[in-house]
Protein backbone atom coordinates (compact mmCIF):
# COMPACT_ATOMS: atom_id res chain seq x y z
CA UNK A 1 0.00 0.00 0.00
CA UNK A 2 2.87 2.23 0.82
CA UNK A 3 4.52 1.85 -2.45
CA UNK A 4 1.32 2.60 -4.18
CA UNK A 5 0.55 5.68 -2.44
CA UNK A 6 4.01 6.76 -2.67
CA UNK A 7 4.03 5.89 -6.93
CA UNK A 8 0.61 7.93 -6.79
CA UNK A 9 2.19 10.58 -5.24
CA UNK A 10 5.23 10.87 -7.63
CA UNK A 11 2.53 10.94 -10.43
CA UNK A 12 0.58 13.86 -9.04
CA UNK A 13 3.88 15.69 -8.50
CA UNK A 14 4.72 14.84 -12.55
CA UNK A 15 1.39 16.03 -13.28
CA UNK A 16 1.96 19.33 -11.54
CA UNK A 17 4.80 19.95 -12.98
CA UNK A 18 3.53 19.64 -16.34
CA UNK A 19 0.80 21.75 -15.77
CA UNK A 20 2.74 24.59 -14.46
CA UNK A 21 4.90 23.92 -17.33
CA UNK A 22 1.22 24.48 -19.71
CA UNK A 23 -0.37 27.10 -17.87
CA UNK A 24 2.06 28.87 -15.41
CA UNK A 25 5.13 29.45 -18.52
CA UNK A 26 2.33 31.09 -21.42
CA UNK A 27 0.66 32.88 -17.85
CA UNK A 28 3.65 34.21 -17.36
CA UNK A 29 4.90 35.28 -21.21
CA UNK A 30 1.30 36.69 -21.49
CA UNK A 31 1.85 38.97 -18.58
CA UNK A 32 5.35 40.09 -19.77
CA UNK A 33 4.02 41.01 -22.99
CA UNK A 34 1.16 42.78 -21.76
CA UNK A 35 3.27 45.13 -19.76
CA UNK A 36 5.85 45.58 -22.72
CA UNK A 37 3.04 45.91 -24.89
CA UNK A 38 1.62 48.87 -22.64
CA UNK A 39 5.30 50.50 -21.90
CA UNK A 40 5.09 51.07 -25.26
CA UNK A 41 1.99 52.34 -25.83
CA UNK A 42 2.48 54.39 -23.04
CA UNK A 43 5.41 55.93 -24.85
CA UNK A 44 4.01 56.50 -27.69
CA UNK A 45 1.75 58.47 -25.75
CA UNK A 46 4.24 60.77 -24.91
CA UNK A 47 5.42 61.79 -28.33
CA UNK A 48 2.26 62.54 -28.96
CA UNK A 49 2.12 64.74 -26.34
CA UNK A 50 4.86 66.83 -27.33
CA UNK A 51 3.63 66.73 -31.09
CA UNK A 52 0.74 68.05 -29.63
CA UNK A 53 2.24 70.49 -27.80
CA UNK A 54 4.66 71.85 -31.24
CA UNK A 55 1.04 72.06 -33.07
CA UNK A 56 -0.52 74.38 -30.49
CA UNK A 57 2.23 76.70 -30.38
CA UNK A 58 2.51 76.85 -34.58
CA UNK A 59 -1.16 79.40 -34.93
CA UNK A 60 0.68 81.97 -32.53
CA UNK A 61 3.91 81.70 -33.74
CA UNK A 62 2.88 82.50 -37.61
CA UNK A 63 0.50 85.34 -36.22
CA UNK A 64 3.53 86.70 -34.52
CA UNK A 65 5.69 86.50 -37.76
CA UNK A 66 2.86 87.76 -39.81
CA UNK A 67 2.71 90.43 -38.14
CA UNK A 68 6.31 91.50 -39.22
CA UNK A 69 6.32 89.77 -42.64
CA UNK A 70 2.95 90.01 -44.11
CA UNK A 71 4.51 89.35 -47.62
CA UNK A 72 5.07 86.08 -46.88
CA UNK A 73 2.06 84.50 -47.58
CA UNK A 74 3.01 80.99 -48.76
CA UNK A 75 5.04 80.55 -45.98
CA UNK A 76 2.24 80.85 -44.46
CA UNK A 77 0.49 78.64 -46.38
CA UNK A 78 2.25 75.89 -46.52
CA UNK A 79 2.43 76.23 -42.34
CA UNK A 80 -0.68 75.91 -42.35
CA UNK A 81 -1.67 73.34 -44.76
CA UNK A 82 1.06 71.06 -42.95
CA UNK A 83 -0.43 71.91 -39.78
CA UNK A 84 -3.47 71.14 -41.30
CA UNK A 85 -2.49 67.54 -41.87
CA UNK A 86 -0.68 66.43 -38.89
CA UNK A 87 -4.68 67.53 -37.30
CA UNK A 88 -5.64 64.59 -39.39
CA UNK A 89 -3.39 61.96 -37.21
CA UNK A 90 -2.44 64.26 -33.97
CA UNK A 91 -4.16 61.87 -31.99
CA UNK A 92 -3.92 57.65 -32.88
CA UNK A 93 -5.51 55.53 -31.34
CA UNK A 94 -3.02 53.43 -29.50
CA UNK A 95 -3.18 50.30 -31.21
CA UNK A 96 -1.71 52.62 -34.19
CA UNK A 97 1.58 51.35 -33.13
CA UNK A 98 1.12 48.39 -34.25
CA UNK A 99 0.41 49.39 -37.52
CA UNK A 100 2.71 50.14 -40.33
CA UNK A 101 0.75 52.29 -42.85
CA UNK A 102 -1.10 54.83 -39.68
CA UNK A 103 2.70 55.28 -38.27
CA UNK A 104 3.95 56.22 -41.28
CA UNK A 105 0.97 58.83 -41.81
CA UNK A 106 1.75 59.83 -38.75
CA UNK A 107 5.49 60.47 -39.62
CA UNK A 108 4.84 61.77 -43.34
CA UNK A 109 2.51 64.72 -41.69
CA UNK A 110 5.02 65.89 -39.04
CA UNK A 111 7.92 65.54 -41.28
CA UNK A 112 5.98 67.83 -43.54
CA UNK A 113 4.95 70.06 -40.92
CA UNK A 114 8.96 70.07 -39.43
CA UNK A 115 10.23 71.19 -43.46
CA UNK A 116 7.56 73.69 -42.98
CA UNK A 117 8.54 75.33 -39.64
CA UNK A 118 12.26 75.14 -40.96
CA UNK A 119 11.07 77.61 -43.87
CA UNK A 120 9.26 79.66 -41.87
CA UNK A 121 12.69 79.96 -39.63
CA UNK A 122 14.76 81.26 -42.96
CA UNK A 123 12.19 84.07 -43.11
CA UNK A 124 12.70 85.28 -40.06
CA UNK A 125 16.21 85.70 -40.48
CA UNK A 126 15.13 88.44 -43.08
CA UNK A 127 13.44 90.40 -39.91
CA UNK A 128 15.51 91.78 -37.49
CA UNK A 129 12.68 93.46 -35.52
CA UNK A 130 10.85 90.55 -35.11
CA UNK A 131 13.77 88.69 -34.13
CA UNK A 132 13.70 91.29 -31.33
CA UNK A 133 10.09 90.80 -30.21
CA UNK A 134 9.90 89.59 -26.88
CA UNK A 135 6.43 87.52 -28.05
CA UNK A 136 7.83 85.64 -30.32
CA UNK A 137 11.51 85.21 -28.04
CA UNK A 138 8.88 83.26 -25.57
CA UNK A 139 7.54 82.08 -28.45
CA UNK A 140 10.99 80.54 -29.93
CA UNK A 141 12.12 79.21 -25.99
CA UNK A 142 9.04 77.07 -26.15
CA UNK A 143 9.18 75.81 -29.70
CA UNK A 144 12.96 75.05 -29.17
CA UNK A 145 11.93 73.53 -25.82
CA UNK A 146 9.02 71.30 -27.38
CA UNK A 147 11.50 70.38 -30.19
CA UNK A 148 14.17 69.02 -27.93
CA UNK A 149 11.05 67.12 -25.74
CA UNK A 150 9.79 65.75 -29.13
CA UNK A 151 13.57 63.87 -29.75
CA UNK A 152 14.16 62.70 -26.21
CA UNK A 153 10.48 61.27 -26.47
CA UNK A 154 11.17 59.48 -30.11
CA UNK A 155 14.51 57.69 -28.70
CA UNK A 156 12.83 56.41 -25.43
CA UNK A 157 9.76 55.21 -27.75
CA UNK A 158 11.99 53.69 -30.14
CA UNK A 159 13.98 52.25 -27.46
CA UNK A 160 10.66 50.71 -25.92
CA UNK A 161 9.46 49.21 -29.25
CA UNK A 162 13.04 47.54 -29.40
CA UNK A 163 12.89 45.80 -26.08
CA UNK A 164 9.48 44.46 -27.04
CA UNK A 165 10.15 43.32 -30.25
CA UNK A 166 12.79 40.91 -29.53
CA UNK A 167 10.49 39.84 -26.50
CA UNK A 168 8.27 38.85 -29.01
CA UNK A 169 10.07 37.57 -31.51
CA UNK A 170 12.36 35.19 -29.33
CA UNK A 171 11.95 31.80 -29.02
CA UNK A 172 9.93 30.44 -27.74
CA UNK A 173 7.84 33.56 -27.01
CA UNK A 174 6.88 34.12 -30.56
CA UNK A 175 4.76 31.04 -30.72
CA UNK A 176 2.81 32.65 -27.56
CA UNK A 177 2.90 35.56 -29.23
CA UNK A 178 1.26 34.56 -32.64
CA UNK A 179 -1.16 32.70 -30.26
CA UNK A 180 -2.20 36.27 -27.90
CA UNK A 181 -1.75 38.35 -31.37
CA UNK A 182 0.96 40.54 -30.18
CA UNK A 183 2.25 41.86 -33.16
CA UNK A 184 6.00 43.54 -33.53
CA UNK A 185 5.04 47.62 -32.84
CA UNK A 186 6.58 49.99 -35.20
CA UNK A 187 9.41 52.36 -35.16
CA UNK A 188 9.13 56.06 -35.61
CA UNK A 189 11.61 56.39 -38.15
CA UNK A 190 11.88 60.46 -39.39
CA UNK A 191 13.69 60.85 -42.66
CA UNK A 192 16.95 62.27 -41.83
CA UNK A 193 16.16 65.81 -43.42
CA UNK A 194 12.84 66.13 -41.52
CA UNK A 195 14.27 64.33 -38.14
CA UNK A 196 16.54 67.83 -37.35
CA UNK A 197 14.56 69.60 -35.25
CA UNK A 198 13.68 73.71 -36.81
CA UNK A 199 16.44 76.09 -36.29
CA UNK A 200 15.45 78.62 -33.89
CA UNK A 201 17.74 80.19 -32.26
CA UNK A 202 19.30 83.62 -33.40
Not at 130 to 159: C, H, I, M, P, W
Request: with cysteine; net charge negative; hydrophobic share 45%.
Amino acid sequence: MGKIAFTIIGILIVLAILVFAVIGCPTTKYNSMVSMDEEVKAAWAQVENQYQRRYDLIPNLVETVKGYAEHEQETFQAVTEARAKVGGVINLPPEAVNDPAMIAQFQQAQASLTSALQRLMVVVEQYPDLKANQNFLDLQAQLEGTENRVSVERRRYNETVKKYNVLVRQFPNNIWASIFNFDQAELFEMEEAAATAPKVEF
